[in-house]
């Protein structure tokens, strides 16, 4: 399996059309690196992979069982007690049901009533800032690797900090305002 090539049929007609190119085809090498890969994947996303339970309570929380539910709450910080009464009476909510269908999973968290729902919406909320956090955090960083290049390596601290805003902020000047002030006619 280690040499085959049949995942890799652009791979196989290359070493077949060209046999110059078989000497520099290295199984091993290629192995090697996929496993590097795939470590690196697993430590980067095999948080993900734990909080299963938290994504599907997100996702759909009229589905999700109570029991583990409340269980994967509580390492968030809700009383398990609080959870799973409210999960019951959530997945018992019909109109909170249709609102469910009607709505995007975000939207549909904003509009759960947080004065019946405390800790369903906290959590809630908690895991939903996880993405748009590390959306943030990832454009931040590359921000800075382009702001910051071996020409602009002496920023200081103030005026980096104002780069940065510029660049991950979608802001769109009104160009015609600015125009009008400066024109003397």
Known sequence: LAKSTHHFPKLACITTERPELKDHYRPDVFGTYMTQLRERFEGRFGDFCNRKVLFHFLQNPFVVPVRTTSTELAQMGAATANS???????????????????????????????????????????????????????????AINSIKNKHRNRLRHNRLQHCLHAATTSYEPRYQNITSKFTRF
């Open 84 to 142: 799973d009464s409210e999960l019951l009476e959530l997945q018992a909510d019909f109109d909170m049901q249709a609102i469910h269908l009607t709505c995007s999973v975000p939207e549909f968290w904003f509009k759960v009533p947080q004065d019946k729902y405390p800790t369903l919406v906290s959590c809630a909320f908690k895991g939903l800032s996880m993405f748009g956090s590390t959306y943030v955090c990832e454009a931040s960083f590359s």
